[in-house]
């Protein structure tokens, strides 16, 4: 078969189990292939929104807060609303 360097490398891009490739959405697609994606700082440490085959998470302080992936796809995560839920998640353990 044929060789593939870097650049052409298909890229792949990984689904929620209950998804099926033949049942998403562009919308959903579309907003998958933005993961993982930077929402921004809190207290010098970087707030990633990621994707695994069990759920969409933030990544913070070496943490993984799994969040409602309706409000993944029903709208963008921005940063405030991040922030309240990794203080939220603070607080839950607390």
Do not use: C, H, W
């Amino acid at each position: 078969m044929g060789e593939f360097n870097n650049e052409d490398r298909p890229k792949f891009y990984p689904l929620l189990n209950k998804q099926k490739i033949e049942e998403i959405s562009l919308t959903e697609a579309l907003k998958i292939i933005e993961l993982p994606k930077s929402l921004g700082i809190l207290e010098k440490k970087e707030i990633l929104l990621k994707i695994n085959k069990f759920n969409i998470y933030i990544k913070y302080n070496n943490k993984s807060i799994p969040i409602d992936e309706r409000n993944f796809f029903n709208n963008s995560l921005n940063l405030e609303e991040a922030i309240d839920i990794i203080i939220k998640d603070k607080l839950k353990k607390n």
